[in-house]
């Protein structure tokens, strides 16, 4: 193709200007921490939790005393408190010893502020440990999908939230959430200016994490780790705070900065999800994870039909349009490492390499929501499929992205880390098509350039070696042999965790009937004293 030498010229400037604008928002300075909370501590009113009762009551009463006086601190002594939900107020700071364990009931949240009193604002109060080691909340008793949340930040301002672990069960809501509250027809209220930092949680469920921000504004959060779930999650999915921002354009996430943030065995440590919002600047640098989905997710804006936001054909209603983030907005420093112990939903598997397809568990993981699989990608960025600029096409933006690194990933996975297109970067043609292995009717019959098999690791007639262990299908017969030196209990799995075999192998080698099996895919488990081997296979 023959280039013009003025159209070369533009593609130039272009990229020189591209180059100019993301240099300038890198070196964007990280504001000093009295930007974002500048308290003053009246240390001449201090008291001690427990005096007496440990009640949710005498805890209260004493946190609202110190307020009314001009605020003070409060200090939480060590032991083990089971609460109703309190309400933080203005100038109050809160000392925890870290031997504290918080434990209390499914409810919206343990800790509320800006919620009291119609709303008032919280402003100029921290909560904290004595001495910056962490304390506990422990929802570990709860259920699969019961509602917890750690802390609900309302109408606030000027505060330090810190030094804490959250013993999560996979349960619903976020340790720590933000959202937009008030009366209807008033501007909406919502958090800003304060420092969230050294938090961390455990099995997380995938759809929420440690924390949620619907709506946030000059925040800070550093020091932040997850073990499932999204570690700082940067989302505007609620549907009443869509339909307040058709009107209110002040409720939504601006000049939020973020610090070495981390994942491990979850979906993301950061994840960018505008839905229906414009959404403001984010910074958020040294960024790393391990066998998570993707380290940093960077979605696209989109309308729902079910919320009123499109009608049938996908166009806009009711005030509504899809979102965005700022495209001053950095991600950088992001450090990835592979794993096969990631959070990945259905809709996700199909991002994984035909060859890594057996590590996809058979059941959904306890929050009924993700597979536990190999890590998809350092980035998954479908912001920028099909991207012109932004807006062009709906709900694209770029943001500067920065310095990406990664280790142990398939070749099969983009040099560069990304995922930015749902058809191009998936891999069709492996050994199932279906469930939970599932891809939309628009990116069906997509090459991958860097897909270089359709083959798992799958067997049918011919014989599979795993360590000292041979696995293969009589040809012709329906029959499957094991060999082995050792004796186990063999089971296998259809594709939706119902055991159809279970057999008991005491000789060097077994014989399996076949007969009442369909012809699919299968998991064999083998369990012995020493060591357990998953594998999956075709039966025919």
């Known amino acids: 193709m023959k280039i013009s030498k003025n159209r070369f010229l533009s593609w130039c400037c272009l990229l020189f200007i591209s180059f100019v604008f993301a240099q300038n928002h890198l070196d964007r300075s990280l504001p000093a921490d009295s930007y974002f909370y500048n308290p003053s501590i009246n240390t001449a009113n201090q008291v001690s939790f427990p005096n007496g009762s440990t009640s949710t009551s005498a805890l209260q009463s004493m946190i609202n005393s110190l307020s009314n006086v001009g605020g003070g601190v409060l200090t939480i002594n060590a032991g083990t408190y089971t609460l109703g939900q309190i309400h933080l107020k203005t100038g109050v700071h809160i000392r925890v010893h870290p031997d504290v364990v918080f434990k209390t009931s499914p409810m919206n949240a ?47 301002t000027n505060f330090r939230l810190a030094d804490f672990v959250v013993l999560d069960n996979y349960t619903k809501f976020n340790a720590v959430s933000s959202g937009a509250v008030g009366n209807t027809n008033e501007p909406a209220k919502f958090a800003s200016f304060g420092i969230i930092e050294n938090l961390d949680i455990k099995k997380a469920h995938y759809g929420y994490g440690l924390t949620q921000n619907q709506v946030i504004q000059n925040m800070l959060f550093r020091n932040l780790s997850g073990e499932g779930g999204v570690t700082l999650r940067l989302e505007s999915g609620y549907s009443g705070l869509a339909d307040l921002y058709v009107t209110d354009k002040t409720a939504i996430i601006d000049n939020v900065y973020g610090r070495n943030i981390s994942c491990t065995n979850g979906a993301h440590a950061v994840m960018m999800s505008p839905h229906t919002i414009t959404q403001g600047m984010v910074d958020v640098r040294d960024i790393s994870g391990v066998s998570c989905e993707a380290v940093v997710s960077i979605n696209f804006g989109f309308l729902s039909k079910d919320k009123g936001q499109s009608d049938a054909n996908g166009n806009a209603i009711n005030g509504h349009s899809a979102g965005t983030f700022s495209e001053e907005s950095v991600i950088a420093n992001v450090s990835a490492t592979y794993g096969v112990k990631a959070q990945v939903r259905a ?39 099909e991207y012109v600029s932004k807006g062009n096409p709906a709900g694209r933006y770029q943001i500067v992205l920065d310095y990406v690194t990664h280790t142990g990933f398939s070749s099969e996975v983009r040099a560069d880390g990304l995922i930015t297109d749902g058809g191009e970067n998936d891999f069709e043609g492996c050994d199932i098509d279906g469930s939970p292995i599932w891809i939309t009717g628009e990116d069906k019959n997509t090459p991958n350039p860097l897909q270089t098999s359709t083959v798992a690791e799958t067997l049918n007639t011919h014989k599979e070696l795993m360590n000292d262990v041979v696995i293969y299908q009589l040809e012709n017969q329906q029959v499957l042999r094991v060999k082995s030196d050792f004796n186990a209990k063999i089971k296998i799995y259809n594709l939706i965790g119902q055991l159809v075999k279970n057999v008991v192998k005491n000789n060097n080698e077994i014989s399996i009937d076949t007969s009442q099996l369909s012809e699919s895919v299968y998991i064999i488990r083998i369990e012995s004293e020493n060591k357990i081997i998953t594998k999956k296979i075709i039966i025919k």
């Open 110 to 156: 343990l800790f509320r502020v800006g919620y009291d009193n119609n709303f008032e604002n919280v402003s100029n109060w921290s909560f904290q440990s004595t001495n910056g080691e962490k304390f506990t909340f422990d929802f570990s008793d709860m259920q699969p999908n019961d509602g917890i949340r750690a802390f609900q930040l309302g109408n606030t």
């Open 347 to 385: 809709a996700r598997l199909r991002h994984i390499p035909c060859a890594l397809r057996n590590y996809i568990s058979s059941d959904k993981n306890l929050d009924d929501e993700s597979y536990q699989a190999p890590a998809l990608a350092p980035v998954y960025y479908l912001a920028l499929k």
